[in-house]
């Protein structure tokens, strides 16, 4: 769609040129394009319907437009294929295309053209090389990504992990899109919980208002947890910790430093993850909206209307959004509260404010929201209601991007052995552990296995990143809406679709490259690049298939398109360096022959390390 692969292979010799008039889209798109031309050849016009071919025995390819074609023009299906296959040009790319069941056209790739479209992708050292020649969307947009946000009262537990590793990974990919992202960390900094926070953290350190930047609080949860139990048997300081919440709103200076201390705190424990995690956010919780909420109310108090008809109206005291098509069970109108009858504000009364800031302050044309499904029915009526109330512009596009739960091993929801939630920071260290056993040779490992040993600091440093990476590819490797079960054994796997398999491939390409005496960031590029073998052609087309998964990942927004391919990229290049079924690569001969090879082989070590880093994943060279 907007992504384009600057792969010039010129038409007419199979060759790659250079030069930007001679950018073109992925080979899907491009195939679209022909047959879009050859259906306006026959006086027709229509989708082209393009896709993958679902067997590789038909092709690579099949376009399934001449049904569609064939009713409109009322002639039989196959008639249609057949005439838009002799109107087709397009000799340069396929082999003439087959006609096969009631009329799918299939189309099959030529060597060469594949060939030159791998020949054209940069150098690492050229212009585009670190994006492999994609350029980016043709029209940049501003979009908001609300991610992680966890509530600043307690500590970060596994159910954060999903939010901010999917909410990451679509950021680097519209980022890499070359959109304007805001990663918004939508924090909970606000609300009843903290009065009582705060009036517990002035008791346990009073010191804490003349140096608030010193307060360390090492456990976020018990702390919690003694400030409840307190709250719930010591009336006086439940008095006090509503008062506490009273002067917070109101604005008072001296609660609000201690406030303020308590959420930094809060906040260098989740920078502590976000840092390890290498994802970058911006907090921007929900205090931040607080005097913009008094703004929602104003606009929204300014349309209220009488009688039981409107949009906006006062309801059981309540002010009220009624938004066409949501009732409740009984089939009344469900209405979403903005302001409670007590006076209070609440979830949505955020959230509206939140969309007006997005909305006209940062100027997003899209908002996504990264938050798990149960609360679809949220988004699904601040959505509605933003509609309504004409919030929001009609193009701007405003979608809830919900997941699954992560559940334990057994697939119930994730608890300690006491039933208490599991600190997503002890989550991350088990991972890391584990990796450490997966990747540090036992004692008696044969000497000559590995490449070399790794000493103490390096192991752990391996281990860390393969651990993190582990838990990152597991997870975004699933689909969205599914629940999956925590699995250190599975992800750490060595074999199928883990990131220690991925980071493997990826280290033993590189080690090819050493192996065979060469720089892959210096390969002479005026060779040509040979394909012959059947595993050849199959890997080639494999990586250029990368421009189409980027193309179908940043429209349908789900990593796990991701992690698919680069796991049949890392499939594709297993065989074709397969000693029976591939072919022979740091020893081949003649010398052109073994530099297109060694030339696959650097193009597959940087497609899979630019897909890992679109996934958050940081690839070793040697492990
Ligand atoms: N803090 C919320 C929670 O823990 C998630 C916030 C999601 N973002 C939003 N704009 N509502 O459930």
């Not at 309801?315 to 066409?324: I, P």
């Not at 007006?356 to 996504?368: F, K, P, Y």
Request: net charge negative; proline share 4%; glycine share 8%.
């Amino acid at each position: 769609m907007c992504l384009h692969h600057s792969c010039g292979a010129d038409p007419a010799i199979g060759r790659a040129t250079t030069g930007s008039e001679r950018r073109l889209n992925s080979i899907r798109n491009q195939i679209a394009q022909r047959v879009r031309e050859a259906t306006r050849r026959i006086g027709a016009e229509g989708d082209p319907l393009v896709r993958p071919a679902q067997d590789e025995k038909f092709g690579d390819y099949q376009s399934n437009c001449a049904m569609g074609l064939a009713k409109r023009l009322g002639k039989k299906p196959r008639d249609v294929a057949t005439a838009i296959v002799d109107a087709l040009e397009i000799e340069d790319m396929c082999e003439k295309p087959d006609i096969a069941g009631p009329g799918f056209i299939n189309f099959k790739l030529k060597p060469e053209y594949l060939a030159g479209c791998l020949e054209s992708i940069p150098a690492p050292s050229e212009a585009g090389g670190d994006r492999l020649g994609i350029s980016p969307a043709a029209n940049p947009q501003v979009i908001v990504l609300d991610i992680s946000s966890p509530n600043l009262a307690k500590e970060m537990h596994v159910g954060h992990l999903r939010s901010t590793v999917i909410g990451d990974c679509l950021a680097r990919v519209l980022e890499f899109e070359g959109h304007t992202v805001h990663r918004e960390n939508h924090v909970g900094d606000w609300g009843t919980q903290f009065g009582m926070l705060v009036a517990h953290l002035r008791r346990v350190d009073p010191d804490v208002v003349r140096h608030p930047e010193e307060l360390v609080i090492s456990d976020l949860e018990s702390f919690y947890v003694d400030a409840k139990s307190r709250f719930d048997t010591d009336d006086e300081f439940k008095t006090e910790s509503r008062e506490t919440v009273v002067a917070l709103q109101q604005g008072d200076e001296t609660t609000r430093r201690i406030w303020r201390a308590f959420c930094d705190e809060s906040l260098r424990h989740c920078h502590a993850i976000y840092d390890r995690l290498d994802v970058k956010l911006v907090d921007r919780g929900e205090s931040f909206y607080a005097d913009r909420m008094e703004d929602v109310i104003r606009r929204l108090e300014s349309m209220t209307t009488a009688g039981d008809k409107g949009l906006v109206r006062i309801s059981d005291g309540a002010l009220c959004v009624f938004m066409e098509g949501f009732k409740t069970r009984e089939g009344d109108p469900l209405p979403m509260i903005v302001r409670k009858s007590d006076g209070g504000y609440n979830y949505a009364t955020s959230d509206l404010a939140t969309i007006l800031h997005r909305v006209e302050e940062l100027g997003a044309s899209r908002i996504l929201y990264v938050v798990g499904i149960g609360q679809k029915q949220h988004f699904d009526m601040l959505f509605a209601a933003v509609r309504a109330l004409g919030w929001a512009k009609d193009d701007a596009s405003l979608l809830h991007i919900g997941f699954g739960n992560m559940l334990a091993a057994s697939g119930k929801p994730f608890k300690t052995r006491e039933g208490g939630t599991v600190k997503l920071k002890d989550l991350l260290d088990e991972a890391v552990q584990r990796a450490r056993e997966v990747v540090s040779p036992p004692d008696d490992d044969q000497p000559g296995e590995r490449d070399r040993q790794f000493d103490k600091a390096q192991v752990a440093q391996i281990a860390e990143t393969v651990g993190l990476a582990a838990m990152k590819y597991f997870d975004l490797s699933h689909s969205l809406s599914s629940d999956y079960k925590f699995d250190l054994g599975t992800m750490l796997s060595l074999e199928g679709n883990t990131a220690p398999y991925m980071l493997y491939a990826y280290a033993r390409i590189r080690s090819i490259g050493r192996k065979a005496g060469v720089e892959f960031d210096d390969l002479p590029r005026s060779e040509e690049i040979l394909l012959e073998h059947p595993a050849e052609i199959a890997l080639a087309k494999r990586l250029l298939q990368f421009a189409e998964v980027l193309d179908d990942l940043s429209r349908e927004l789900r990593p796990n398109v991701m992690t698919d391919y680069l796991y049949s990229l890392a499939k594709a290049f297993s065989r074709f360096y397969d000693k029976k079924l591939g072919v022979r690569v740091i020893d081949a001969s003649p010398e052109d022959v073994r530099l297109s090879r060694l030339h696959l082989c650097e193009l597959t070590a940087r497609t899979l390390k630019l897909g890992l880093s679109l996934l958050g994943i940081k690839t070793l060279e040697e492990m």
